[in-house]
Structures are given as structure tokens and as C-alpha cells.
């Protein structure tokens, strides 16, 4: 224990948001050091061997850009790891290039995890950072980390309610006594959304776009609610009937329709937890209502959809794309806070 302490002092430490978007990476003491795209590209050689080429940002601009042998991937995508080998690398890369070399004791690592990977998952993320140099890995559940960085207090005897909606997956958890109560996953989160735009595009227009411009229309005009004023903006793609380069506008109340069936699945799932929930615990949500963290709850209006869906108090954190790796950040710096809710595996 006094070992650990002292060599607690001399190591860098590190929390990882392992997000099925972005990944964020703190070193104790010094906050964020890494916020990046979860994307790597790898070149496939001879008898298939993958060779890294990019990690993070400038993986990410090379997403539905890349010539034949080359290959953009989200090992993450769907809230499941798609490729073992590609995410163990990229997960090595972002410890690599976040542990400081000079420091010659191996980091402890706490990683965020989508709730919904699987024990085999889970222990392919843990192999990952123990080759990259750990000498200790915690995986923590991720609704936890979202409520801790939302500012919830989590440790009372109530209960907290929060919806995390990143790009895979929108994860919610009722978290009491340090415990998550109810808690489920649903594969839509962002990716839903822009892939609802490219097929509503398609369809209404005639015109195909990638996933990136589908991604740029949902942040620049996508509102889940009828806005002050309506917003329009200039796509570019390719006519499925001519074959030839188009651009046309599209207004946020056709972007509002378009994803307006990812939207009902998640007010959905918000119900359905609502609905098992104890007594005394929804009364605590009545009276405090429910936080959403995560890129996705960045969509205009999102809260006040939901709250008038699930009728009851919505809000939007502060820095929701930060709320999971601040929460993971926090436990890096109260290990007690760490003990009492990590998963144990
Ligand atoms: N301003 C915004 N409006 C709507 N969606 C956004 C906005 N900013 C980011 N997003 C979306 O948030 C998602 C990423 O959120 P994040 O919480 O980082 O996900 P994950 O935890 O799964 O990595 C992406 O789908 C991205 O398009
Ligand atoms: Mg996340």
C-alpha cells in the first residue's frame, strides 16, 4: 500500500474517455491531454498484416476518402468493438503518446467503457493498456462517469439520472449510493443521425452524401424542436440519377424530420426506464430531473423535447462532450471514489 503511494507520486497516471466518437485522454495532475476522433487508418500489406498509418484527427479526415488498400476505421462504431486488433492499437497509440517518456514508472490506467461491451470486449480493452505499459487498469461503467463529470452526487442515497448520448450509443443510468440502479444501452446516438440525414437526402432529393457532410448539416442546422427562427444551408453530393455533382439547400425542418425517428427511440428508452423505476427514486427525478452529457444531447431543443416527452425537468451539462472524461478524471484524482464504483473484473 505505502508502495503504491510513493510510486503513486512519480507515475502519470491516466484516464481514458474511450468514446465510440472521441476519445479523451487526462493525465493526472495536468488535466486533458488528448481529445480526439476514435478513428484509425490502416494500410493492409501482404497476408493481411495491418500497418498504422494515422490515429485520431487525421485519421478522421481520411473517413470514405481512401484509395484500395487503405482503410479509415471506427474500431468502436456501433458501442461494440468491431476490430480487436485495430482497436488495441489505437489504444496503445493514444497511452504512447500520453505517458511521459522520462517518467520511468508504468501509469495506473482507468478507462471508460461503453456499458453494453461484453466481458470478452472488456477484457480485450484491459490486455490493450496492460501492453501499452500499464501496470494497473479500472474499467469504470460509463453512465457513472457522465453523472460524476455532470456534477451529480452520486454517492446519496437518491437518485441521478443521466442520459449519455454519444455517437454509438445513448446510455442512461439511474445511479444511487455510488450504484447504478436501472440503467440501459441503445445503439443510436449520433451516428443514427447522420445516417438518418444521408437516407432522408437520398430519398427526397435524389442525392447521395458521405457521412461527414450528413454530420456537418446535424451540427450546423439539426433541431429536435420547431427553433425561433428556421435555418437552411448548401450540401453538396453526387445525383443518383444524372450520375453528375449537385449542391441544393437543406432546411432544418427537413433535417428535423430526418432524424426525427432516432430521436422517438431514445425518448423511448428514457420512458421505458422511467416506467421500472422504484418509487422513492423516481420521486427524487421528479424533483431533480434528468441530465444528458455526451456530444449528441448538443442537438438544438434536444432537452426540451424529452422533457416533454417524459414530462419532467431536462437539462444539458456543461461541456457535454467533456462530462464523461472529466468524471473519469475525477476518480483518477479520489481513488476512494474510484473504489467504491469501479467494476470489478
Ligand atoms: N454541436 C453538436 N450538435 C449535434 N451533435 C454533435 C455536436 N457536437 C458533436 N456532436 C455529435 O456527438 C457525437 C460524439 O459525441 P461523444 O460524446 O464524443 O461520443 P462518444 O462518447 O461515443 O465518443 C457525434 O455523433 C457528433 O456528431
Ligand atoms: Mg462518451
Redesign the pocket.
Known amino acids: 500500500m505505502l508502495l503504491s503511494k510513493i510510486l503513486g507520486l512519480f507515475s502519470n497516471d491516466l484516464s481514458i474517455?474511450l468514446?465510440?466518437?472521441?476519445?479523451?485522454v487526462l493525465v493526472k495532475g495536468k488535466g486533458i491531454v488528448i481529445n480526439e476522433p476514435?478513428v484509425v487508418a490502416v494500410q493492409t500489406g501482404k497476408g493481411g498484416k495491418k500497418k498504422l498509418l494515422a490515429v485520431g484527427h487525421e485519421a478522421k479526415k481520411m473517413l470514405g476518402k481512401t484509395p484500395g488498400n487503405i482503410e479509415a476505421i471506427r474500431p468502436?462504431k456501433e458501442?461494440v468493438i468491431a476490430d480487436f486488433e485495430v482497436t488495441e492499437k489505437m489504444i496503445k497509440y493514444f497511452i504512447q503518446k500520453s505517458h511521459s517518456r522520462n517518467s520511468f514508472i508504468r501509469p495506473r490506467i482507468i478507462i471508460c467503457i461503453?456499458y453494453g461491451l461484453t466481458q470478452v470486449e472488456r477484457k480485450a480493452v484491459k490486455e490493450s493498456a496492460m501492453n501499452a505499459g500499464a501496470r494497473d487498469v479500472i474499467l469504470v461503467e460509463?453512465p457513472k462517469a457522465a453523472a460524476i463529470g455532470a456534477g451529480l452526487p452520486i454517492q446519496d442515497p437518491k437518485g441521478n439520472m443521466v442520459v449519455?448520448?454519444?455517437?454509438?450509443?445513448t446510455e442512461i443510468g439511474v445511479i444511487s449510493l455510488g450504484g447504478l440502479v436501472r440503467s440501459k444501452s441503445i445503439r443510436v446516438?449520433?451516428?443514427k443521425?447522420?445516417q438518418a440525414i444521408v437516407d432522408y437526402v437520398k430519398k427526397k432529393f435524389n442525392l447521395l452524401i458521405g457521412d461527414r457532410t450528413a454530420?456537418e448539416v446535424?451540427?450546423e442546422i439539426?433541431t429536435a424542436t420547431v427553433p425561433e427562427k428556421e435555418m437552411k444551408m448548401t450540401i453538396k453530393g453526387r445525383d443518383q440519377v444524372t450520375g453528375l455533382l449537385k449542391s441544393l439547400e437543406i432546411s432544418s425542418k427537413e433535417v428535423r424530420e430526418a432524424i426525427s425517428e432516432p430521436l422517438k427511440e431514445i425518448a423511448a428508452a428514457v420512458k421505458e426506464i422511467l416506467e421500472i423505476m422504484p418509487p422513492d427514486l423516481a420521486s427524487d427525478i421528479v424533483e431533480n430531473g434528468i441530465v444528458l452529457?455526451?456530444?449528441?444531447?448538443?442537438?438544438?431543443g434536444l432537452d426540451s423535447y424529452l422533457s416533454k416527452i417524459v414530462k419532467l425537468p431536462v437539462f444539458v451539462s456543461e461541456e457535454?462532450?467533456l462530462a464523461?472524461a472529466k468524471g473519469t478524471g475525477r476518480m483518477l484524482e479520489e481513488i476512494e471514489l474510484l473504489q467504491s464504483i469501479s467494476l470489478n473484473d
Open positions: 474517455d468514446g465510440t466518437a472521441n476519445t479523451i476514435s468502436l458501442g461503453p460509463e449519455d448520448i454519444g455517437g454509438g450509443t446516438g449520433g451516428d443521425f447522420d454530420e446535424k451540427i439539426g452529457t455526451g456530444g449528441g444531447s448538443l442537438i438544438r457535454p462532450l464523461v
